[in-house]
């Protein structure tokens, strides 16, 4: 039976001879078993278009989304929450001049706007190094009634008027030359670290014109660090501290840089071109995805980190995936190791 004569109700032992059919033809036409050569992965990666990959990606994301639209994380909110970062991936000048931003480095930027529930990427956009962070914001279309976290490297006041006439939510840090006056103070609770709460108005050049509306700033010192940090923030509901708790979970994106670059071997590129690097991205994207997608229709009660680690173990174990990605301990059904003492003569 040939892959054209499927017609969708045949047996799995029919598909099963379908493609032994398939695998012996290939073998007698000079396919053998082995590794497959770099050079072999390169050209593909050359030849095609990225953006393949890319849709792909993004469908994946849109599943993965759906599965954890509610899931329960550390702080309890009805709405979706972003965290929105960069990070560069660094590269050879040699090996890839296409992407120089340095006199003696080369790179390309990873903006990623990372949703929260899940740790899914809901949004991604590769440059070089050279972009700001902040044009993301141009690229981005705000959510009425989404949170929005950041860093103080997207503080643009024109674009985030943009996202509050949106009626998007943002939290950011100010920076410390922010000229401001304060209209209102609201009472805090110290004993959490909170310092105030102010509704604030900016009187600076350009970023009274850039934001004419008021603003929320609060001043939180972390009891771990003693660090003082003042967010700035267009949402006037939420509790001063829960403002403060949703920063702190920005980390989860910059976790998400790195398990990206570590265990999906990111940064050893098969191809110099850029066709290369951006396929080799977005299949990367891709199966952080599918791993997220797995452990939520399997039901595994782990992190999606641990998971990432567990297959990068023992990817080329045969073994159930719901019993390795599972706490219980797995032993192959295969092992016959004839020349293996028994620990115990039962």
């Keep these: 039976m040939a892959f054209a004569q499927l017609t969708g109700r045949e047996s799995l032992r029919d598909i099963e001879v379908c493609l032994g059919a398939v695998s012996d033809k290939l073998y007698r036409s000079g396919l053998r078993s082995g590794p497959v050569a ?49 990070s560069v991936i660094d590269l050879c000048l040699n090996v890839f001049p296409w992407a120089r931003f340095r006199s003696t480095k080369a790179g390309i930027k990873l903006h990623t706007l990372l949703d929260l529930a899940g740790n899914i990427p809901a949004f991604l956009w590769i440059t070089d190094a050279k972009t700001h962070d902040v044009h993301v914001l141009d690229e981005l279309l705000p959510e009425p009634g989404s949170i929005y976290v950041m860093d103080r490297g997207y503080l643009d006041f024109e674009r985030l008027h943009r996202f509050h006439r949106a009626r998007a939510i943002y939290i950011t840090r100010a920076k410390r030359n922010l000229t401001f006056r304060r209209r209102y103070s609201h009472p805090v609770d110290r004993s959490n670290g909170l310092i105030c709460d102010q509704t604030i108005v900016l009187t600076g050049r350009g970023t009274s014109e850039a934001y004419p509306d008021a603003l929320r700033r609060i001043s939180f010192r972390d009891q771990d660090t003693a660090k003082q940090l003042d967010f700035l923030t267009n949402d006037f509901t939420l509790a001063a501290l829960v403002v403060a708790q949703l920063y702190k979970q920005r980390w989860q994106v910059e976790l998400f840089f790195k398990w990206i670059k570590q265990h999906l071997r990111i940064k050893a590129f098969y191809g110099t071109s850029p066709n290369a690097v951006y396929t080799q991205i977005w299949t990367a994207i891709s199966s952080y995805v599918l791993v997220a997608i797995a452990r939520k229709r399997l039901g595994i009660d782990r992190d999606l980190y641990t998971l990432l680690q567990i297959l990068s173990l ?24 004839h020349n293996q003492l028994s620990f115990f003569d039962l």
């Design 314 to 337: 023992t990817l080329f174990e045969k073994a159930p995936l719901a019993q390795a990605l599972s706490k219980a301990a797995y032993t192959p059904e295969s092992l016959d190791i």
């Design 38 to 86: 770099r050079s072999t992965l390169a050209d593909a990666n050359e030849r095609r278009d990225w953006r393949i990959f890319a849709e792909f990606g993004q469908t994946l994301i849109a599943d993965a989304r759906r599965l954890y639209a509610g899931e329960p994380w550390a702080v309890e909110l009805d709405q979706t929450v972003y965290a929105l970062d960069a």
